[in-house]
């Protein structure tokens, strides 16, 4: 399973002349975090697999079923509608499904499906009602729906393409054949061709699988940590990496289809702001200027992604997660220009979150929006997304809504936090900062358990599916923000907590790298299979590297390369979020200390403007005597009389700063004299020295 290589001509040329562990899969994650490629990738053809094949890739695995034969199979066209229908005897994903198909020896129809997909609605409405289809399928088979944002981790595992994915398992789980959205009649084609051909040769195929799960146990055993270093000439490898998928007339990273990369444009914006490096501020301004295409100007917000190279023909729905990230992106473009544009998107986006994902009196966002209207009006008549986002504010109202999933899904939540503060810091928005905080406190109260973590969403008010990865990482990444935001020792206090139970339940000791999901002997189907989720690796080994910085425990810089060793180890890795990684790895950042009571306005003054000033990656701490340790490592900031503000680097800090207006320029300062002799962060060279030991 792993990530599958999209490289050019011109990539693969350039590669030869790379480290040979820095090949590339993909320029970046796409649709953020753990989302991956969306709809699309149906070439019209369902995929037949049948000779169980495991493959060593870095260090960990991907498995996949190939080949008994291939049958072309037309791909359903239509618009989006409403849910399903009741006639198929839908079951969930669990032990009683899976039981009943190993004792009543049936096949499994797997239904992948996200309540925001277009094709999904299609199939609800055509193959899923379709008598001859909803007979055969009640009758020989296991239907088992899975929504993809409730279960990434089964999603990971069985996406074909895009969604909908539509797969026949084996009753043990294993994939016999996959396909997207499929019509009526090659569904009804495919039921009955898996299903013979399963009764005819299941007891090869169930050798075969044994075989398969005896050769992935057996490589895991075998699995050793990886030996490779980690040197500063990576990271000009990466953007060289990224500079080849670069698309010069309309922006963005990839050809068609075309997604949001966020970890490219902070990528970018870092390496201009340290290097002064004017191509990579334009590479990252004009993707900016070009996706804005799938921007809403009516009520804000981004579409979920285009089918064109130039951005054009929009999936409508609206994600969470690409708010958040694309909220980053935006602030940061107005961070580094200036330009009110770019301000005014970030808060366009911001009260489209506030209007329509929003609990606005307990805290917290929800997951998505659809992007149609589905049957209103007296003709039953559906207004799709392409036609609705053409209207204006009263016309849209005059038609409807489109359905919002009020699911607050715990890792979506966390991005989105994270943007808010940010906005917050930079912006002055003082309600986003609340609400964030709001929303915070109420997800670690209703989600958190020692020893387990945070689940990934509430099930009839309970919370329910523990043991993902990436709730724990971006969490806890929300966590630290808000402790930057605040100074409030109780956020550090609690990321390293939710850390510390990440370290226990998801680490691979043997090698290396944390997994996507908590092993456990009860995994069906495919989630016995060990899998790393490489861009959310990546944004762990952030977060450790972030502890280091903060608490000067080397244990936590140890763990961010380890996990770096096994990226690039693994062959194939997500190039942005890794060169992000890396640069945060080998390079100390810039940090603010402000000392004084935070009851004090001077102090508060000084922190506020600390906030805001901008330089990628930059740490902000609020230390006030009464209440806390006026030591980092091993500087230790007087107690002096009034509140004063600190510039530091890895070597050393400026004298302090008692004046909120003098503070610009002092950093200024330091930043100068840092870029001009900047060279990577090693643990032998300590904690900075300065007048205020």
Known sequence: MGIQCRSSSRTKEKEKTLDPRLTMSRMTEGEGGRMTEGEGGNDGRGQWHGKLAASLHGRFFGIWLVGFLLLSTPVAAGEQLVASSPA?????????AFERAQAEDKLILLDLTAIWCHACHVMDETAYVDP???????????????????RPDIAARYKHGGWPTTS???????????ANALSPDAMLEVLRTSDAFYRENRRGMAERVAQVWERVASAQRASRQPQGRIYPEMLPQILAMMKLEYDPVSGGFRDAPKFFEPAAIALAFSHHFW??????????????????KLHDPVWGGFFRYAEAADWSHPHYEKLLSIQATNLLNYLEAYQVTGLPQYREVVEETMRYVERFLSDRDRGGFYASQDSDVRYVGRSGRDVTGREFFALDESQRLAVGIPFVDRTMLTDSNALMIKASLRVSQVLGNMQAREFALKTLRRLYKERYQPGRGLAHLLHDGYPG?????????????????????????HYLKQAQTVI??????????RAGGYFDRTPSAS???????????????????QVFSDLFYLTQNPRYREKAEHILRMILDAGSLPVARTGLALHRFLYYPVHIVVVGEKSEVMARDLFDRSLAMYAPGKLVRFLDPRVDSLSIGEVTFPDVTGPVAYVCTDRLCSSPIAQAEELPDRFQEMLTALTEAR???STRHGTPSSSAR
């Open 465 to 489: 599916e523990f043991g993902l990865l990436a709730d724990q990482v971006f969490f806890a990444d929300a966590l630290l923000e808000a402790f930057l935001s605040t100074g409030s020792s």
């Open 132 to 150: 001859a289809v909803v007979e055969f399928l009640n009758a020989g088979f296991i239907p088992v729906r899975v929504d993809t944002d409730q």
């Open 168 to 178: 026949v398992l084996l009753p043990s789980g294993e994939i016999l054949f996959q």
């Open 88 to 96: 198929v005897h839908w079951a969930a994903w669990g032990a009683e």
């Open 275 to 292: 290097y002064r490096d004017s191509e990579w501020r334009q590479m990252a301004l004009f993707t900016l200027d070009q996706q804005l």
């Open 500 to 509: 510390e139970d990440v370290i226990r339940l998801f680490e691979d000791s």
């Open 523 to 541: 995994s069906l189907g495919l989630l016995k299979f060990p899998q790393k989720d490489l861009p959310v690796n990546a944004a762990l080994s």
């Open 679 to 681: 060279k990577p962060f």
